[in-house]
C-alpha cells in the first residue's frame, strides 16, 4: 500500500512543475498563466503550458497541449494516472471535447461527490503567479 505522505509529496512535486510551466509559458510565450503535467505510474507523460493567445488556438489550453498526441485525457492513460492543472478553470472552454467537459462538470462538485478523484493543492506560489499575471501589462485577455 502506497505511503499517504510519499503521495502527497508526489503530488506536490508535480504540481510545482505545472506552476513552473505556467510561469515560463507566461513569461515567453505571452500566455494565460496555466500550466499542465501528465503523469502515469509515477511518471511523467505530458507537460505544457497554456498556447491559446500565442497560437490563437482557443483549443491549446495547458491541459491539451500536454496530452500527448492531443489525446484525451485523462481517462486514456488508465488508473493511476495525475493530472496537475493550474490553477482550475472556471467555465468550460470554447471547442471543448467530452472529457473535458466532464472535468469542468466535476470541479463544483464537492470532492466526495466526484466521480473522478481529484485532490486539490494550494499554494502560495501559484497565487502570486495568478497575482502576477493579473498585473501583467501586455497580456491578452480572453
Known sequence: MPDPADEAEQHARWMNEAIALARAGMRIHGGGP?????????????????????????????????????CVFPRSIGPGSTASILPPPAT???????????????????????????????????????????AKPDKVPY
Open 34 to 70: 496555466f500550466g499542465a503535467v501528465i503523469v502515469a505510474a509515477g511518471e511523467l507523460v505530458g507537460r505544457g503550458c497554456n498556447q491559446v493567445t500565442p497560437l490563437l488556438d482557443p483549443t491549446a489550453h495547458a491541459t491539451r497541449v500536454a496530452s500527448p498526441a492531443r
Open 92 to 134: 468550460t472552454p470554447p471547442g471543448s471535447d467530452s472529457t473535458t467537459i466532464f472535468i469542468y462538470q466535476q470541479i463544483p462538485l464537492e470532492l466526495a461527490a466526484r466521480s473522478l478523484p481529484m485532490v486539490q493543492l494550494q499554494s502560495p506560489t501559484a497565487a502570486d503567479l495568478f497575482s502576477e499575471w493579473v
